[in-house]
């Protein structure tokens, strides 16, 4: 459940915890992109270059730790039980169908009868449980997999083609995490090789087979001829039209746009916001743009300590930055302002616009009113002789250039009304190190989870807990019981409409109590030549696929 | 100028030469002692906790249980100078650990690393002294213009910030002409440009090193006296006075090839190569401890072999060095 960090460049490699960010865009009333039209008849053969800036994983198999750099990669050999569709539904995959009893507690899904893993071994109800228990197995170090998997009990084995999942308690976002690549599943026999040898090439029923990695330089992926299990929004059938893909990892995101124009790669991810306008006007290039799912970009007001446990104060620092115009000028016009906790992909996202609205006049006032009457000579609020500091930890891993710029906006407009915005760049671990501690005011940390249920991990109470590590998700420290409920009753009940009503309130409480300030969609994007046709992004948490892809003469 | 040398005394002596030998093995294990100690502890005051980037990396949600079996499992939860000393014992029987983050033996990581980036340090510092050569000898002694549109190229290349120069090539040569490509790819082709960002501001330095020592060179009576029995201006360059020229350099080219390892970690990255300065950074990131022990040791370790390097060399260059160990 957790997902995913990109880094804009080189090095990180597995944080499995929050996700990142990159890149990544929002068009129109943001809704998931579309994939670019196919032209022509599809081309047997070739192989297709891409160049990734995200971090290379140290470990190709997703159920170790979680991130998205392993799901971009996953999504190439590794299949899930269901998947979603561009409007939300869930769609069958290597489950052909599915049950849920009365009570939510018990899931049967029933496999397709005709796949097989790409070592020969059958696809059955035996091959799932022995996933399950993988991800929950602590030796597996899973975290992304493990959390979306948290109310499973235990898979029981019905027959051959029919698995049952037994829940400690219901679970309305278990199939939306089972559409996830952290939950994918996996050949036993390669998983029993151990974690050393399968995370170097984890063995599934993918469209393409992992050849060779070399360190540092690619991962060599070539066609499964017996490719059998598309999913169910797939534009074809039978094995892949690509006969290998040469993933790459090109950390410099000017190196990578150079690499695309120059013709060496076919497709790139994670290219900046400056670049993608570049790209528009060129006519042999292509933009998909597949904002990531789950929360909306956005920076949190840590509510749990002074100054922002005072809802006044909160409310005057939304009300004093102004974002619009940094968005509009730093993103050249690639990411469209969110006024949701919600990514726009989830279609229960609700948006309250009015909340945002900028109003230096109110700022001052509110500040007044919370005892911050007092200026010093610099102009910044003080009161009982303390300065009203926020300090805000930034991760340059996971903040492009563009966002950090954005930041320097908002410490510039705070100061108008007289907030003291430290901003401090850090290393992941530093950044990681100073939330764990506390030492912040304000935050911004990407998230990435299929459907609305990441508004539980983000802001109930349970999250404030902090996992043995340190790091907890709720940054900005709401503890609030109504949301609680709301949250707890929406992940429970079966009703979609019930579900859906809860969210909303859920998100309404949220946005009303100005603990955060929505920025925009997480970024996801990627630059293809026009050569590359039939690719999209899966609808699930937008990573691309080749599996309908063709290289054009 | 040439570590080492001042401890020499004349060749004749069998004795000297062991007890240079063993001063220099007993330095280079000082040398290497220091620097894995100073890595040690210094990578302890960064936050991060190493247990954690064993299970996953920063933000990880890895349970107590696991957190603690891997502390007990690592060691981790020894008292620091416990944890020094077996470090310390491992390293003497040469194993450098495992990666925390890859699971896999540190030597072997940084083995399959190191041949490229040898190579890539390796064909810019050659590049570099064809570059400096080049334009010490054809500016030098040749009137106020020459030397001051030399000093200029030199003072401008040295300058140079690698990623800056990077970014120029490619625009260059991969987007603009379409010559090479931008990201290396294991082709002769795709070294050209890396090779190039590192030699550049590196052939700046010993350009101007050695134009400084060809100029006083320039000036000492022998010079005089090839001129004087006829030999042209450029053949009392490359005959006599380029050895005089290049010893400084040679000296600078241990120093340099330290620098070009750290610069390797710039060029490997907008060049996608794989090599110790992507290594290098990834685990700085990750807290990998092991690996950048690893490599930081490897680096020492080349430092150490290239200072006795040019020590050899500058003796083969210098005739006086042979004689009396003086300058």
């Known amino acids: ?553 | 100028m040439t570590p080492g040398s001042p401890a020499d005394r004349p060749s004749r002596v069998n004795g000297a030469a062991l007890r240079r030998t063993g001063l220099l093995v007993a330095g280079a294990a000082f040398v290497l002692w220091a620097v894995a100690s100073l890595t040690f502890f210094a990578i302890r005051l960064i936050p991060g906790d190493p247990a954690q980037a064993i299970l996953g990396g920063p933000g990880s949600q890895a349970s107590q249980e696991a957190l603690d079996q891997v502390r007990r499992d690592y060691g981790l939860d020894q008292p620091l100078l416990v944890q020094y000393l077996a470090m310390l014992g491992r390293l003497v029987t040469g194993d450098l650990g495992t990666s925390y983050a890859l699971k896999l033996p540190v030597a072997d990581l940084l083995g399959a690393q190191l041949g490229g980036t040898l190579l890539l340090a390796t064909l810019a510092l050659a590049l570099a002294w064809l570059l400096a050569l080049g334009l010490a000898i054809w500016s030098t002694g040749r009137g106020r213009v020459a030397s001051a549109l030399g000093e200029g190229i030199e003072i401008t290349s040295a300058a140079l910030p690698h990623f800056w120069l990077a970014a120029v090539l490619i625009a260059v040569f991969s987007t603009g002409l379409g010559w090479l490509p931008p990201v290396a790819t294991g082709t002769p082709s795709g070294l050209v440009l890396p090779v190039v960002t590192l030699a550049v501001p590196l052939a700046g330095f010993l350009a101007q090193v050695m134009r400084e020592s060809l100029l006083d060179t320039m000036q000492q009576p022998f010079v005089v006296s090839a001129r004087a029995r006829g030999e042209s201006a450029l053949g009392v360059r490359l005959r006599h006075t380029i050895r005089h020229a290049a010893l400084p350099a040679i000296s600078l080219s241990g120093w340099a090839l330290g620098w070009l390892l750290s610069g390797a970690v710039v060029v490997e990255t907008i060049f996608a190569m794989p090599g110790l300065g992507r290594t290098l950074l990834q685990a700085v990131t990750l807290r990998d401890i092991p690996v950048v022990t690893g490599v930081v040791l490897l680096v020492a370790l080349v430092y150490v072999l290239m200072t006795v390097l040019t020590d050899v060399v500058s003796r083969i260059a210098d005739p006086r060095l042979r004689q009396e160990g003086a300058r």
């Open chain 1, 1 to 553: 459940m957790r997902a995913a960090p990109v880094t804009t460049s080189s090095t990180t490699r597995r944080f499995g915890a929050i996700g990142v960010a990159l890149v990544a865009t929002v068009t129109l009333a943001g809704c998931q992109a579309p994939a670019p039209e196919a032209s022509g008849d599809p081309v047997q053969g070739g192989t297709l270059s891409y160049a990734s800036g995200d971090a290379e994983p140290t470990c190709l198999d997703p159920h170790v730790g979680g991130n998205y750099p392993q799901a971009l990669l996953a999504g190439q050999f590794l299949e899930s039980l269901v998947s979603r569709d561009e409007t939300g539904e869930i769609i069958p995959w290597l489950a052909e169908s599915w049950t849920a009893s009365d009570d939510g507690l018990a899931w049967e899904f029933t496999l397709r009868d005709d796949v097989a893993f790409t070592d020969g071994a059958p696809l059955d109800a035996e091959a799932v449980k022995v996933n399950v228990e993988h991800l929950k197995d602590p030796a597996t170090q899973s975290s992304t997999g493990y959390l979306a998997l948290g109310k499973v009990d235990r898979v029981e084995v019905v027959d051959e083609q029919v698995a049952r999942f037994v829940l400690s308690s219901p679970d309305s976002a278990l199939l939306e995490s089972l559409t996830q690549p952290w939950t994918a599943i996996e050949s036993p026999a390669g998983l029993a090789r151990g974690m050393d040898e399968n995370c170097q090439a984890p063995i599934g029923t993918g469209p393409f087979i992992v050849d060779e990695w070399v360190k540092q330089d690619h991962v060599s992926l070539v066609r499964n001829d017996d490719y059998a299990s598309a999913p169910a929004d797939a534009a074809h059938e039978g094995p892949a039209y690509l006969e290998a893909i040469d993933w790459r990892f090109v950390p410099d995101a000017a190196s990578r746009y150079a690499a695309l124009q120059a013709g060496q790669v076919d497709v790139i991810d994670n290219p900046q916001p400056d670049t993608i306008s570049t790209a528009e006007s060129n006519d042999s290039l292509v933009w998909l743009d597949a904002p990531r799912p789950g929360a909306a970009n956005r920076i949190e007001l840590n509510s749990g300590q002074a100054p922002f446990d005072d809802e006044r104060v909160r409310e005057a620092f939304i009300r004093a930055v102004e974002v619009d115009e940094g968005i509009e000028s730093l993103f050249f016009g690639t990411a469209e302002r969110s006024y949701s906790p919600l990514s726009s992909v989830e279609s229960v996202a609700y948006s309250d616009e009015a909340l945002f609205e900028p109003d230096l006049d109110r700022a001052n006032a509110l500040l007044d009113e919370a005892g911050w009457s007092e200026r010093d000579a610099d102009g910044y609020r003080v009161r009982d002789g303390a300065r009203l500091t926020l300090r805000f930890p930034v991760s340059t891993n996971q903040s492009i250039p563009a966002e950090q710029s954005l930041f320097e906006q908002v410490q510039a407009t705070a100061k108008a009304a007289g907030f003291d915005v430290v901003i401090e760049l850090l290393d992941l671990s530093s950044w990681y190190g100073a939330l764990a501690a506390h030492e912040y005011e304000i935050v911004s940390a990407p998230y990435t989870k299929v459907g609305p249920d990441v508004l539980r991990i983000l802001y109930h109470s349970d999250s404030i807990t902090p996992a043995p590590s340190g790091y907890f998700a709720n940054l900005s420290q709401l503890n609030d019981p109504e949301v609680d409920a709301l949250l707890s009753d929406a992940a429970a009940t079966s009703d979609p409409e019930a579900r859906a009503a809860s969210y909303e309130k859920a998100q309404r409480l949220i946005l009303g109590g100005y603990y955060l300030l929505p920025l925009y969609d997480q970024q996801n994007s990627f630059l293809m030549s026009t050569s590359v046709q039939g690719a999209r992004a899966l609808p699930t948490v937008s990573t691309p696929t080749f599996y309908d892809a063709w290289l054009a003469g």
